[in-house]
Structures are given as C-alpha cells and as structure tokens.
C-alpha cells in the first residue's frame, strides 16, 4: 500500500465553490488587440472566434485562463493579434455578459453583434425563418408508407 506523500487529492486542488463575484474595471481594446465572439469550441486550448473586423481566427486560450475561466460558443472575447500571423490569435479575457452589454452601449461592438445566445451564427448573417423547416404530409401521402 502506498504512502500518501501529498497534501490532499483531487478536491483539494479542485478549491471550494466561491461564486462571489466581484465587478470588475471594464477594460477596452488597445493597440494590437480586437474584440472577438467565439464560434466553436476546438479543443486542447483553442477556439475558433469571428473577429469584429470580419476576420475568422483561431484563438490559443491563455495559460492563466485555461482552467479557470471557462469560454463557450457566443462568448465575447479580447484577442491579442499577432505581427506575423494575421489568422491566430491569443485570447487574453473573457467578458461576462454584462460587460458585454455595456461594449455594446459604448459602441464598442457593432448592433449586429448578438449578445445572448449560445452559438454564434455569424456577425452579419440574418436567419429568416429558419427555424420553421417543417415537413407537411397528407393523408394520401401516410398511406402510401
């Protein structure tokens, strides 16, 4: 039987559920740096964001981000550019939702920037009906099956 040298397991490291939130100073865009809204989630650190200058980019979540903030599909992020690769980028924080809000009252993101949703469909598509895809059979039609 081994001894345990450690100084706890797995829920130690895990820490105690503090959702005590705190408002944070919001923070804009400098030289260098974009505003993003994740498309998809890729895996092993990384996401695939559409820029708010049109541009699709494949974004590295940060070390210091990487477990303990957790980013998901329609998130409104901040992403570092990189000089020497115009499609990667770094994401570098992570919006709550209602600073988000506040980005977009400040004319910070565009009004086409859908806020709330949990998949982003695109910065400047429009979905006109596209829910409502139904097939209609009559009574001829179950018969023939």
Known sequence: MPKNKGKGGKNRKRGKNEAVVEKRELIF?????????VLRML????CEA?????TKRLCHIRGKMHKKVWIAAGDII???LRDYQDDKADVILKYMPDEARLLKAYGE???NTRLNEGIAGGLDEEDDGAGDDYIEFEDEDIDKI
């Open 29 to 37: 865009k400098e030289e260098g740096q974009e505003y993003a809204q």
């Open 78 to 80: 901040l992403v570092g």
């Open 43 to 46: 895996g092993n650190g990384r």
């Open 50 to 54: 559409m820029c708010i200058d049109g």
């Open 109 to 111: 993101l565009p009004e």
